[in-house]
């Protein structure tokens, strides 16, 4: 079966009383250092707030993924925020942490500590995006900042999103 590499895969919110998390990470080959861009939004698509962690660190890729996952839990945990989605396009990620398969790897340990998370927070619900529908989050983690760094931005100009 042939794919059309014309296909377009959009941001869509999520369903009423739900609130939504788009998580990527960035890794740069060469650099010490990973980044975690996090970007939630309401059930209207409204931009609520977002975030942006950068660690030193060579971490293979699913690491940080993985990593920007549990970032993105526990940011929405701080609040209390009920009723979450969380979209990664780290589709090996999503994978690994949403069946409960043992993974010898040693980022393996992080997949059973989100597991447990999940088990325990019934009203969130991870799930693999594409690539094109994390745009936003995708140009989060790459914002340039210092290493060890967290920058949350609170309020971004309307344009910005609507050139996305």
Excluded at 65 to 83: C, D, N, P, Q, Y
Excluded at 117 to 130: G, N, Q, T, Y
């Amino acid at each position: 079966m042939q794919v059309n590499k014309y296909l377009v895969f959009k941001w869509h919110p999520p369903d009423g009383g739900r609130l939504k998390i788009n998580v990527d990470a960035h890794v740069v080959p060469g650099n010490s250092w990973f980044s975690c861009g996090l970007v939630l939004r309401d059930q209207e698509g409204e931009f609520i707030a977002a975030r942006l962690h950068k660690f030193a660190g060579v971490v293979p890729v699913v690491e940080t993924e993985a990593t920007t996952i549990l970032k993105g839990i526990r940011w929405v945990s701080l609040f209390g925020m009920r009723h979450m989605d969380v979209e990664s396009d780290s589709l090996i990620s999503v994978q690994a942490i949403n069946k409960d398969l043992e993974n010898y790897l040693e980022v393996g340990v992080v997949f059973q500590e989100y597991r447990t998370i999940l088990r325990a927070r019934r009203d969130i619900m991870l799930s693999f995006v594409k690539k094109q529908a994390n745009k936003v989050a995708y140009l989060v983690a790459r914002v340039p900042c210092d290493v060890n760094c967290l920058l949350i931005f609170r309020l971004l100009h309307i344009q910005c999103w609507s050139i996305l």
